[in-house]
């Protein structure tokens, strides 16, 4: 997944800073110089950059902290919030309503993915419920029409489109006109690219756009795109009323930071990102959850939502209140562990949990992880109930580890690497003690 390094290097940067016994002047530049070379190095456009280190000093007057203050935390809360101001342009984009005919224009290069991403928008509305249809008014690329057609047919969604035609606003408003007749409410519009950004481009889709009058137009960018993204998305925007991204590829192993940019250029928010070639590699995109991931933070609301989808409901009152018990033993651990395996991709569920996700589960490294999971378990099962069951670490003294050893017959050391781990995911929910969980979206209380 792009990003995962610049989520890697920030939340480095904030673990050093809360290393650090005393948060000065001095331990905060730093974290925040850190922060800054990450995200330029992931192709953030440098006044976003700049303009976010100023607005966390303005924020974060250590000067006026009152002693007793967690620092650390008013610090990590300022980045989670100027990331989460970057990428949030502050005005929803629109939606479209079941019964109520909107058009919705896709527009951007040549390569973005605007194609395989029309029908994949359409694909997701058609599951939801709407009666989507795709109009081919890319008359510029040969190809264009068939592709539309393949895809289209695939998910049973009715296509219009021409192979003699070559004026791409006639084409657009007659497929336009003969959907609103089909009482179709979801009526998408893919227009032409280019291999760059040229006039000719942004006539033809000015001239699209004037005539069809879309509800919305949506700018489809790849994600590899780097530092070029500010100056490409506000070209269309000037050309274009663009009113939200979609960043494609985002499976692959560009930088990403792009897309930020981006939405700073249109100031329009992105709504999907694509995640791979096929139909349903295609998510809704939410600004707080990725960036708590991005911070290492853990994304809370997909946790909620998966506890709420795989533990037994009678079992998720318990195990949230044990969670903000903050004891975490070795039961709790074997439960989670159980709890990983039957959620399914076990990737997605990893990167959710709070302090499982990077040690534990490298990325592209899931199998293994997974194996790793299953052999922890093994040694467990060897254990007392007395041993599972407390919060002291010093009960797992040196006869006990050569007993488990050898009832789960496993050398030693697994036994041991199995105990840092457990230590380590302790501290970690340790620290969650005595907090509420927090609602959907919310990251106060971290
Ligand atoms: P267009 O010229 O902008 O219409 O681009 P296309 O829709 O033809 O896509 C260009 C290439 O990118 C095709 O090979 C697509 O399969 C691929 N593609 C589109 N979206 C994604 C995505 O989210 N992930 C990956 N891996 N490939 C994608």
């Known amino acids: 997944m792009v990003l995962a390094q610049l989520g890697g290097s920030i939340s480095r940067a904030l673990q050093q800073m809360s290393n650090a016994t005393i948060i000065d002047e001095k331990v905060l530049n730093d974290c925040l110089n850190e922060i800054t070379r990450a995200l330029l190095q992931s192709d953030v456009q440098f006044k976003l950059v700049r303009d976010m280190q100023t607005n966390i000093k303005k924020i974060v007057n250590l ?7 967690n620092k650390r935390k008013i610090i990590q809360q300022a980045v989670f919030n100027e990331l989460c101001k970057i990428l949030d342009p502050g005005k929803p984009a629109f939606t479209p309503k079941k019964g109520k005919t909107s058009v919705v224009m896709f527009v951007g290069l040549q390569g973005s993915g605007k194609t395989t991403t029309c029908t994949k928008y359409a694909y997701y509305h058609q599951k939801k419920g709407y009666k989507p249809a795709l109009v081919c008014a890319d008359t510029f690329r040969a190809g264009a029409f068939d592709q539309l057609k393949q895809n289209a047919t695939k998910a049973k969604i009715p296509f219009y489109g021409s192979y003699t ?3 791409p606003v006639r084409i ?3 497929g336009v006109e003969r959907f609103k ?3 179709c409410d979801l009526i998408i519009v893919d227009t032409s690219g280019r ?6 481009l942004f006539e033809e889709m000015r001239q699209v756009s004037e005539a069809t009058k879309p509800d919305l137009v949506l700018f489809v960018m790849d994600s590899s795109i780097g530092q070029a993204a500010f100056d490409q998305a506000q070209a269309f925007k000037q050309s274009v009323p663009v009113g939200a991204v979609i960043v494609t590829k985002m499976d692959g192993h560009a930088k990403g930071g792009g897309a930020l940019s981006a939405v700073a250029a249109t100031k329009s928010p992105v709504i999907f990102i694509g995640t791979g070639e096929h139909m349903d590699e295609f998510e809704i995109f939410d600004v707080k959850p990725f960036v708590s991931r991005l911070l290492g933070m853990g994304d809370w609301s997909g946790f909620m939502d998966k506890i709420q989808e795989v533990v037994p409901m009678d079992q998720q009152p318990e195990l949230l209140q044990k969670l903000s018990e903050g004891n975490f033993t070795l039961r709790i651990m074997y439960e989670q562990f159980q709890n990983i395996l039957k959620m399914g991709p076990i990737g997605q569920v990893f990167s959710m949990l709070p302090g499982f996700s990077q040690e534990l589960m490298p990325k ?3 199998k293994e992880s997974q194996t790793k999971i299953k052999r922890y378990m ?3 099962d060897s254990m007392t109930n007395e041993e599972l069951d407390s919060t002291n670490p010093k009960l797992m003294n040196e006869s006990r580890i050569i007993r488990i050893a050898r009832g789960c017959g496993r050398p030693i050391r697994d036994v041991m690497e199995m105990l840092e781990e457990y230590k380590r995911l302790a501290k970690i929910w340790s ?3 005595g907090l509420k969980i927090p609602k959907k979206g919310d990251m106060s209380a971290l």
């Open 63 to 69: 000067d006026d902290l009152a002693a007793g203050h």
């Open 181 to 183: 007749k089909e009482n």
């Open 195 to 200: 291999h760059k950004q040229e006039a000719a």
């Open 165 to 167: 035609e070559s004026d």
């Open 172 to 174: 657009a408003v007659e």
């Open 364 to 366: 592209g490294r899931e």
């Open 378 to 380: 093994t040694m467990m």
């Open 431 to 433: 620290k969650m003690k």
